[in-house]
Every structure is written in structure tokens, then in C-alpha cells.
């Protein structure tokens, strides 16, 4: 589906408004208040659809001041988050590039979600690990402050090390289940050579302890998964660095497909995949490729400010002027 309309029609809005609708939460912002109209006390997102052969509805309400409700076929949901396990949504927005260009936590979340949504009787893992270094980073304080005694911090540290072990392994299988696909997606976009990796060792106890005064003086776990990056080469190059705009771009864009592979492949999950803006740096060789690897997966909503834009024709064309979206038959 090709979404067309001029710069602050709407477009982006629309596809946020999706996201929210079946994930519960913003691609773009954590404040649910920035996504209410402004003079407005509450937003509501309605989706109708299907999902194989039945139909599905959602009700997303968001208010200024009340806490986020949604409700799934009629029946409320006991939290938005759920949302998430019921229907996978992969999306791509310009802001996205942060994952090539920004810091290693930025890499970091985006395979713990991914993670949660590729092996997920494993997505509490990266929750779990960090509530324990939470846990620990407090006994940690608790005990420099002379409030607790040094043993204190021992069972957060038996945590660490256990949900440690079984992120590092979690993500080391994530990775190599996207990394391949990666490579094949960057390859057939232009950038050739493209690597992810995820090289790393979870602590074991003995390491913790021997770095016990130092963790104690500042009050933190100074190793661990926590602190991990997963490096984007293409090469020997780290895109991070010395990756051009739209070299950065299709890194993005190979993850997102390679995702949206080992979700059918490994899950029988066809994505909602919500494509932002992601045509304006691609040449036409290469938005053709794109097209052809988008066929092969559920629905995908890509916006534009241009028509012609894409090389093989939409099975629907939505024109947003602002306020409106309208069908173009
Ligand atoms: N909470 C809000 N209340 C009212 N208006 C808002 C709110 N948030 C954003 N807007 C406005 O909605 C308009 C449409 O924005 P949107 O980002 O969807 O445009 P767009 O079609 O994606 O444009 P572009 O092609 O430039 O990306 C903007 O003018 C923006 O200021
Ligand atoms: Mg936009």
C-alpha cells in the first residue's frame, strides 16, 4: 500500500498511528502525550483487519493524564504490551538510522526487541538481566553507604551471572540467525560485504567478584551485556563511522527484511511492516529490489511525497491532505 501526500500532510502520522495501533507504543516517542492532538484530552486508534483467515479489531485509547487501554477483538487487554505478542510490526523510519549511527544502546535495544520477537519464549530475558543489575547496583549503594554488609549484593550478583549467560546466548542466536540474511538483503541493495555481529562473554561469578571494590566505588556493574554493541561493518568498515546516508539506510532496511524472514521462515509470522519515507535515497535499481523482497511478506504501508516513486504498481494508493486520507481508484 502506497501512501502519497505533501511534506506535513499526515503521512507520517498515519504510520505512527498504525504502530501505536497494533504494537501500543510509538516508533518515534515515548510520550504518549506528544501523540494526542494538541487542545485534545484523549487519542483512539481503531484498526480493523485480518489475520489468515479471521477478522481481527483493535482499540487503542490513549488520554493526556489516563493510562493507555487497548482492546483486542472486544475483550481488554490487561496491558498494551500485550499487543505486542499478538501482532508483530516492523517498521522503518528515517529516525531509525540512529541504529547504524548512534550509540552501541541503541543497538543493543533493537536486538532485544528483535530477540523478543524472534525467539520469543526468551523476550523476558533482557528485562529480567537488567532488573538484576538494577538490584545489584542498589545493594551495591546500600552496602558503600554502610547500610548493608558485603554479602549483600551476593544474590543479585548469582542473577547477573545467570541472566546474563542466558541473554548473551539469546542474542548470539538471534544474530546468527538474522546476520546471514543481513549480508544476502545488504548485498542485493548495494552495500556489499555487510556484517552484524555480536561478539560476547557473558561475566562469569569469578569475574564479578575480582571486579567487586571497583563496582563498589562507583555504585554500578561495570561489566556485562548490558554493556554490549553490535557492530555494523561493511568490510572492514564500521558504518557507524564511515557509512554514508544511504549506506546507512539500507543497513537498516536489510535488518528490517531480514527480520521479516526469519519471522515467516522460523514462526510462520507474516509482519505488518510500516515503511517510512525509506524511498527518497534509493536509486531505481535498488528500489526495485526492494519492491520485489516486499512482495514476499504480508501487508506493507510505504509512504511517500511522490507517486512515481515506486517501481511496481501498489495494490492500493492512499492520498493524505491534511486531515484526510482518501482512497485513489
Ligand atoms: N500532537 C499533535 N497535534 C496536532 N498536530 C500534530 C501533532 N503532532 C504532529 N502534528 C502535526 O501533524 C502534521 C503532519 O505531520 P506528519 O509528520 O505526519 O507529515 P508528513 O506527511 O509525514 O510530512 P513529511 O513528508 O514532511 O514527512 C505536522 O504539521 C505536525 O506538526
Ligand atoms: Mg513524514
Known sequence: MLVVGANGAGKTNLLESLHVGTQGFSPRT???????RTGADRSRISLQGHRGPTGTTIDVTLGRRDAKQADLNGARLKSVEQLRREITTLVFTPDRLALVKGAPAVRRAYLDRSLARILPTRAALPIEYLTAIGQRNAALRRIAAGLSGRDAADPWTGKVVEYGDALVQARREAVALLGPLFTERANELGLLDARISYESDAPTRAQLDARFDRDLERGLTGLGPHLDDMPINADTRDLRTFGSQGEQRIAVLSLLLAEAEVLRDRRG????????DVLSELDGSRRAHLALRLAEFGQTVVTSTDAVTLPTAPAQLLEV?????????
Open 269 to 276: 509470522v507474516l509482519p505488518l511492516i510500516l515503511l517510512d
Open 321 to 329: 491532505t491534511p486531515g484526510r486520507v482518501r482512497e485513489v481508484v
Open 30 to 36: 515515548r510520550m504518549d502525550a506528544q501523540l494526542v
